[in-house]
Each structure stands twice: as structure tokens, then as C-alpha cells.
T-cell receptor
Framework: AQSVTQLGSHVSVSEGALVLLRCNYS??????LFWYVQYPNKGLQLLLK??????LVKGINGFEAEFKKSETSFHLTKPSAHMSDAAEYFC??????????FGKGTRLSVIA | DVKVTQSSRYLVKRTGEKVFLECVQD?????MFWYRQDPGLGLRLIYF???????EKGDIPEGYSVSREKKERFSLILESASTNQTSMYLC?????????????FGPGTRLLVL
């Protein structure tokens, strides 16, 4: 069985500070990993995905994530938070054609 | 631009009513999914479909059914709505797998069952 654990249901950072959202996974087969963002009252939007081509993945809006197999992690980072980054972030995984398995989400607040 | 549309943004129903949530995608995608989203629980898969007239149960199918008569439309049915089905429902469609996978989400339907 596959699973995703997001550490911290709520993260608060100051504008301009580093954003770090943590995601650990469990999978018996090589996974594909994803980060999605959900802005208030909107559907989910893909930020980035890892598909084994490169361990450091760059996404939209300045976000990136690093796949670390030894740590079974896929943490999301952004060097400098902006007010517009305030949203809920979901880590997800699958393997090939299976449905996505989502973590419980992390709500990011950005303080001016 | 891919579009996944859901028939309603907000819906209020009474306990015991039959409820239909409609989802339509315009990109000829094979795969479609229904999730429910609850605070602190993330997204949980209800049902999915990889082709017309095909359906598979997800993690929480109890109390729900689905219909996929046409490729572009995937309907979620609550046969007899209950208050514990009050939730946000998200539909998604997907093209490709693995390297080429991209999943698109609709804006969601917020359902309140009284």
C-alpha cells in the first residue's frame, strides 16, 4: 500500500522567509510524486511533479522539491515567501496508472 | 486550455434526497475521478473510471455510486443523502501516466446536507 504523510497541518512564515513544507511517503514500488496547491475556493492546481528524471524538481511560482529516496521524502521549498503563496498544499503519489494518493494537506499562512 | 467543470459550486439538500453531482471535461481524457475533501483529512478517493461504462471503487465508496455513459461526463450519485456526506466534492480528469501524467481538477462542489 502507498501512503503520504505531510508533517504540520498548518505552517506560518513571514513574507520573504523560506517556505518549507514537509512530505514523506511510503511505497513498495518506485513512486511518482506530486505537489498540488489549492487557493481559497478553487480547485487543485499542479505545482510540480517528480517522475525519476531528476531529483530536484522545479515548479511554478518559484517552488521546487527534492526527491530523497534514502529519507523517503519530497519536501517543497521556496526561498522567499510572498503573500500570494497563502494556500493549502497537498503532496500526492502514485505508481504508473494508479489513482493519486494524497496527504492530508498543509495550510500555509504568510504574515506581512 | 483544459477545462473540468462541475455542475454546481454550492448545493443544499435534505437528508434522504437523491443527489447528482455532474462533472464534464473537454479534453477527451480517459481517466476521471471523484474525491471528497474534508478539513484535516485531505482528499479521499470515492470512485474512478478509466473508460466509458467502467468504474472502480476508491477508498470510501459507501453511500455513493457513479455513472459514466459518455467519455466526457462522470456523475457522482448519492442515493440517499446523509448529513455525514456534507463535504467538498472534487472531480478530476487525467491524461497520460507516469512521465506524461497530468491531472486536472474542477473547482469543486460544496454540498450541505441538512
Amino acid at each position: 500500500a502507498q501512503s503520504v504523510t505531510q508533517l504540520g497541518s498548518h505552517v506560518s512564515v513571514s513574507e520573504g522567509a523560506l517556505v518549507l513544507l514537509r512530505c514523506n511517503y511510503s511505497s513498495s514500488v518506485p513512486p511518482y510524486l506530486f505537489w498540488y496547491v489549492q487557493y481559497p475556493n478553487k480547485g487543485l492546481q499542479l505545482l510540480l511533479k517528480y517522475t525519476s528524471a531528476a531529483t530536484l524538481v522545479k515548479g511554478i511560482n518559484g517552488f521546487e522539491a527534492e526527491f530523497k529516496k534514502s529519507e523517503t521524502s519530497f519536501h517543497l521549498t521556496k526561498p522567499s515567501a510572498h503573500m500570494s503563496d497563502a494556500a493549502e498544499y497537498f503532496c500526492a503519489l502514485n505508481s504508473g496508472n494508479t489513482p493519486l494518493v494524497f496527504g492530508k494537506g498543509t495550510r500555509l499562512s504568510v504574515i506581512a | 486550455d483544459v477545462k473540468v467543470t462541475q455542475s454546481s459550486r454550492y448545493l443544499v439538500k435534505r437528508t434522504g434526497e437523491k443527489v447528482f453531482l455532474e462533472c464534464v471535461q473537454d479534453m477527451d481524457h480517459e481517466n476521471m475521478f471523484w474525491y471528497r475533501q474534508d478539513p484535516g483529512l485531505g482528499l479521499r478517493l470515492i470512485y474512478f473510471s478509466y473508460d466509458v461504462k467502467m468504474k472502480e471503487k476508491g477508498d470510501i465508496p459507501e453511500g455513493y455510486s457513479v455513472s459514466r455513459e459518455k467519455k466526457e461526463r462522470f456523475s457522482l450519485i448519492l442515493e440517499s443523502a446523509s448529513t455525514n456526506q456534507t463535504s467538498m466534492y472534487l472531480c478530476a480528469s487525467r491524461t497520460g501516466t507516469g512521465l506524461r501524467e497530468t491531472q486536472y481538477f474542477g473547482p469543486g462542489t460544496r454540498l450541505l446536507v441538512l
